[in-house]
């Protein structure tokens, strides 16, 4: 990631959200909330945020994300290499019973490579998030 990407997004990461929180959905034991996203500045790229909760007895893993306006969307973390602050992907994410997984401003976060028709200033951001064993969670991240 160039030190340009990861500026705009540190920069992102201190904008308002697009609007207040709001409950994404839920599949099977696993509930899905707290999901905003920061408007588009012009930039390819966007970051959005959630909260999972599994109310399950079993794990859950979240194997992927995906957006009809993204060529692609992950999972991302901040790590230090090398003395500097990078964005590098975070792989499926393991929700043990009981357990949450929060993506938020600072941590893990969703980074979507926006397509040519990404969402217009104050448009809803649909999205997909697949859980497994619990399923899909289609939703949309406020506007």
Not at 108 to 132: D, I, N, W, Y
């Amino acid at each position: 990631m160039t030190r340009g990407v990861l500026a705009a997004a540190l920069l992102l990461a201190s904008c308002g959200p697009r609007s207040s929180t709001t409950s994404l959905g839920a599949s099977g034991d696993i509930d899905v909330s707290r999901g905003f996203a920061y408007e588009p500045d012009g930039s390819p790229q966007m970051a959005a945020y959630f909260t999972a909760h599994n109310r399950g007895s079993t794990a859950d893993t979240l194997d992927d994300v995906s957006s009809p306006l993204a060529a692609s969307a992950s999972v991302h973390a901040h790590r230090l290499q090398g003395g500097m602050m990078k964005m590098v992907p975070a792989g499926p994410l393991a929700i043990a019973p009981g357990d949450s997984i929060v993506l938020a401003p600072g941590g893990l976060h969703v980074m979507l490579e926006l397509s040519a028709g990404g969402p217009a200033k104050g448009a809803s951001l649909p999205s997909t998030l697949q859980f497994r064993p619990n399923g899909d969670v289609p939703g949309t991240w406020p506007g």
